[in-house]
């Protein structure tokens, strides 16, 4: 969990990696919906463009289907999921009716004003989809992948006016979920703001391990 640009898809890669289990990224897949403009992309779109969340009844779908692949059958790691109260209950209810729960929840906190500069700045390239930014990570060339020579771009969600309105949706909509999954004594918060990624990520794999060690005791 956290708001946008907090980091969360780099330290899920990282963390699924570790425990070797997919990452299981709601952003990603509506994101390829959308360039392969599928049915659920066209509908997903509109919403995106606009930095407001992809409707509930769609994103609890998305999750159901994705958690029926063979590679999440030992666990998994969201990245992104839920954003909302009730796809937290939702997700509630399909984990009981797996006989599952969760081991914990990973909130990333940073300030605003430094998530505004980390979004706008962010480049994709349009072929690999390998990750920029004009400050903090540069492209060797200018507009130019360094992985694949593709193009670069800034994504609809990713300009500024955008990316205010993502993080008003986060704090309006999103944040109310770090209680509603304290109260279940779930909840591991790290600060992404002032500490470096490889820093961010022993703070979490440590609290993570006190957490099970907890939970199996």
Same mark, same amino acid.
């Given at each position: 969990? @956290?708001?946008?640009?907090?980091? !969360?898809? %780099? ?12 990452? *299981?990224? %709601? ?7 959308? !360039? ?6 066209? &509908? ?5 463009? #606009?930095?407001?969340? *992809?409707?509930?009844? $769609?994103?609890?779908? $998305? ?15 969201? +990245? ?17 009716? !797996? ?6 929840? =990973?909130? $990333? ?30 492209? =060797? ?5 360094? !992985?694949?020579? @593709? ?6 969600? +990713?300009?500024?006016?955008? =990316?205010?309105?993502?993080?008003? *949706?986060?704090?309006?909509? %999103? ?9 279940? +004594? ?15 990520? #022993? ?10 060690? =907890? &939970?199996?005791?």
């Amino acid at each position: 969990m @956290g708001p946008p640009g907090a980091g !969360k898809g %780099t330290q899920a890669k990282l963390l699924a990696k570790t425990y070797g289990i997919p990452q *299981v990224s %709601t952003g990603d897949i509506l994101r390829q919906a959308v !360039k392969d403009e599928t049915p659920l992309g066209m &509908k997903a779109k509109t919403y995106l463009s #606009k930095g407001e969340l *992809v409707p509930d009844d $769609i994103m609890i779908g $998305i999750i159901k289907d994705r958690l029926q692949e063979p590679d999440c059958q030992k666990g998994w790691l969201f +990245d992104g999921f839920p954003r909302t109260i009730w796809q937290a209950i939702a997700l509630d209810t399909i984990l009981a009716q !797996k006989d599952l729960q969760l081991d914990a929840v =990973v909130n $990333i906190y940073v300030q605003q004003e430094e998530l505004i500069k980390r979004l706008s700045g962010r480049r994709v390239c349009k072929n690999c989809g390998e990750t920029f930014h004009v400050i903090f990570n540069p492209p =060797v060339q200018d507009q130019i992948c360094d !992985k694949c020579g @593709g193009p670069l771009y800034q994504r609809e969600d +990713d300009k500024e006016e955008t =990316v205010k309105r993502r993080l008003e *949706v986060y704090q309006n909509r %999103t944040k109310p979920l770090i209680d509603y999954y304290w109260e279940k +004594d779930l909840l591991i918060s790290v600060d992404g703001g002032t500490h470096s990624i490889e820093d961010v990520f #022993k703070h979490i794999c440590y609290d993570l391990s006190l957490k099970m060690k =907890v &939970k199996e005791g």
